[in-house]
């Protein structure tokens, strides 16, 4: 009865063997419509508004996102390198909690960490008080470093993205092998010779990986740079946008700001196409935890403690203080309902993205062929734009479609549409799917790449058309990696700010953006409630992450 059920025939068209192949390039083509967008404006004659704006401000957007990405790319080389290597090498107290905690700043965004230490550190913030209290200062009498400034921001940023150079940097120094760091010690090499000459060359490859990540997250960063007055790219983009209210100007920024991404991309692709000439040969053993003692054990303890502390544990501390002193009255209706609309539109944008990227892993897992491979590739790209980007991206051929469509229904029926796609929830859910298609798809890709293809073969040789291949054998299989995906998505939606700013629906507002408006209005302490509602719901995909990074890259003892 049930080979009988196998071999009926589907005609529906997700059965069809062509509709894969086609649905998947169709689906990419849609997806780097953004892209096209923005890049089609570098052919459009410049107006008035782009010439202002070379003549007077574009030199400071340069200057000031070159030495954004620049104190960034020091900051996290700093704080994710001698973590990762102490933790992958040594023995010391504490080594289990730092192994796992050390990514805890991932779940704080760049902006919140930056309304807290602006809170801390400010003139009027407990700090600077309580000095001024203790030794009778007045203003004037003392030197204290501005917050808000650039060099704020690059340490701002650099607390929290230092999490991506340690990941890629400790996976890849727990892959070396013992072998080739104790010949080097044999050979009369001292612990640090042996790190700068052998491990850090070896991990060079996964160690641009991470830095190229972190500073992708830098040029997308709206809220610190803006909170802290700094003018840069995506600052240029909105004022340009809704000040000026010049859309090919705001375009052909975004597409000046999209370059340099691509550049860092190349950059990434070119350090892992390198890696092929750092393998190890011979016999592969992984590293063993070299207790320390004495004073040694205390240095790695304060290594991996101070990332933690300024990174993690102070600002999320302060947000708990400044939410337990408001909590009684922050916490009401209107919040419930800003919590609600979060969660509504993370999950489906949630759902949404892991459809779009079932449906382009499992096309590529019907279709290897090179076209299908570069489609689903490119239509991953959008991890590496900034919100900003996408979201000027997808405004542009929404705001025309529906003025297109207006005009002639105006003119043929006497009637309205009104606005369809731009200014909706499609709008957000569109550049989510646009920007974090990628998170899914890794997971998507990974949960397929371990079932293997003679399963597919069994079921197709009974009668199984693709997609019912697809729904009875790999979506069991596949629940843990599907719910990893989504998961990944929800937290990355729930704490995005650029894209949801300009495309958001009028009077629909999210956690982070109610943040945003309350720390603007130095309404510090209000924003907290909020704020540590987005950081308690990251710590999920932290863990996640931690647990992946154990499972994959830690020796067996």
Known sequence: MEVATLRTTDRTALHRPGFWQAGVLLSALVLALPVFTVFSFIFVPAGEVWSHLAETVLADYLSNSALLVL????????????????????DFPGRRFFEWSLLLPLAIPAYIIAYTYTGLLDFAGPLQTGLRDSFGLEVGDYYFPEVRSLGGAVIMLSLVLYPYVFMMARSSFLGQSSSTLEAGRSLGAGPLKVFLSIALPLARPAIVTGLSLALMETLADYGTVQYFGISTFTTGIFR???GLN????AAQLAALLMSFVFILILLEHYSRRRQ??????GRHRHPVHHPLRGWQRYAAFSICAVPLLFGFLIPAGQLLVWALSIAEEAINLSF??????????????????????????????LHPSKPVAIAVRFSAMGYAIPGTVIAVGVMLPFAWFDNTLD??????FDLSTGLLLSGTVFALLFSYAVRFLAVSLQSVESGLSKITPNMDDAARSLGLAPGKVLRRIHLPMMRGALLTAMLLVFVDVLKELPATLILRPFNFNTLAVRAYELASDERLADSSIAALSIVVVGIVPVILLSRAIRKSGEPHE
Request: hydrophobic share 60%; glycine share 12%; no cysteine.
């Open 240 to 242: 340009t946008w809704f």
């Open 246 to 249: 010049d859309s090919a100007a």
């Open 407 to 412: 005009e002639w229904m105006r003119g043929t």
């Open 71 to 90: 104190g960034v790319a020091f900051g996290v080389l700093l704080l994710g390198i001698p973590t990762a290597w102490v933790i992958a090498v040594y």
């Open 276 to 281: 092929r000439f750092y393998q190890t040969g």
């Open 336 to 365: 419930l309902q800003l919590a609600g609309n979060s969660l509504l539109l993370a999950s489906a944008a949630a759902i949404f993205t892991l459809m779009l990227a079932l449906f382009l892993g499992y096309g590529q897992r």
